[in-house]
T-cell receptor, first 112, second 111 residues
C-alpha cells in the first residue's frame, strides 16, 4: 500500500509567480486536505476536497485554489506569490472527512 | 475562533527524564489528536482522545483529555533520544471538517 506522496519536494519561486503543488492520496482514500506550515508553527488548514468537490476552507485568500481529480489525487495552486507564502505545504488524505488523516512529507516552498 | 495553545514551546532534557506537555483551549473539542512530526516529514498520528477524562497509554507515552474536553496533556516517561521531535495537538472545528493545530512543542532529548 502506497502512502501519501507529494511533489516537488522543494521549490523556489519569486514574488508574483504562480505555483502548482501535487499530492497523490493513499489508496482507497477519497478526501484530501491541504495545510500550510510556516516555520515554527503548526499546520494551518487551507481547504479540503471530498470526491472532487471543495468541502471546507480555512482563512486563506482566493489566490489559493485547488483541484481534486477522479483518481482522488489533488493539486494546490497559488497565484501572485508573496514572501509570506514561504512555508511547508502538507497534504493529508483520509477515507472520509472525519476519518484519520495520513500526511505526506510536504513540499517546501521558498518565495524570494 | 477556536485556538489550541501548547506549552512549553521548546523543551530540552536529558535521556531518562520525565516530561509533560500541555494543550489548552477556551473551546470545547469533540476530540483531540496528538501528532509527532520529524524534520522533513509530515505529522504522524499518535493518539486520538474522545471522552472527557480519558487516559490513553502508548508504551512510555500517556495522554489525558480534560474532563471539560478543553485541554489535554502528553506525559513521556524516561525520555529517549528517539522521542526527539515536534509534538502537535489538533482538534476538529465545531460543526466542520477543518482541523485546528496548536503551534507545537519542540522536544530535544540529549543522550
Amino acid at each position: 500500500e502506497t502512502g501519501v506522496t507529494q511533489s516537488p519536494t522543494h521549490l523556489i519561486k519569486t514574488r508574483g509567480q504562480q505555483v502548482t503543488l501535487r499530492c497523490s492520496s493513499q489508496s482507497g482514500h477519497n478526501t484530501v486536505s491541504w495545510y500550510q506550515q510556516a516555520l515554527g508553527q503548526g499546520p494551518q488548514f487551507i481547504f479540503q476536497y471530498y470526491r472532487e468537490e471543495e468541502n471546507g476552507r480555512g482563512n486563506f485568500p482566493p489566490r489559493f485554489s485547488g483541484l481534486q481529480f477522479p483518481n482522488y489525487s489533488s493539486e494546490l495552486n497559488v497565484n501572485a506569490l508573496e514572501l509570506d507564502d514561504s512555508a511547508l505545504y502538507l497534504c493529508a488524505s483520509s477515507f472520509s472527512a472525519y476519518n484519520e488523516q495520513f500526511f505526506g512529507p510536504g513540499t517546501r516552498l521558498t518565495v524570494l | 475562533t477556536q485556538l489550541l495553545e501548547q506549552s512549553p514551546q521548546f523543551l530540552s532534557i536529558q535521556e531518562g527524564e520525565n516530561l509533560t506537555v500541555y494543550c489548552n483551549s477556551s473551546s470545547v473539542f469533540s476530540s483531540l489528536q496528538w501528532y509527532r512530526q520529524e524534520p522533513g516529514e509530515g505529522p504522524v498520528l499518535l493518539v486520538t482522545v474522545v471522552t472527557g477524562g480519558e487516559v490513553k497509554k502508548l508504551k512510555r507515552l500517556t495522554f489525558q483529555f480534560g474532563d471539560a474536553r478543553k485541554d489535554s496533556s502528553l506525559h513521556i516517561t524516561a525520555a529517549q533520544p528517539g522521542d526527539t521531535g515536534l509534538y502537535l495537538c489538533a482538534g476538529g472545528s465545531t460543526g466542520g471538517f477543518k482541523t485546528i493545530f496548536g503551534a507545537g512543542t519542540r522536544l530535544f532529548v540529549k543522550a
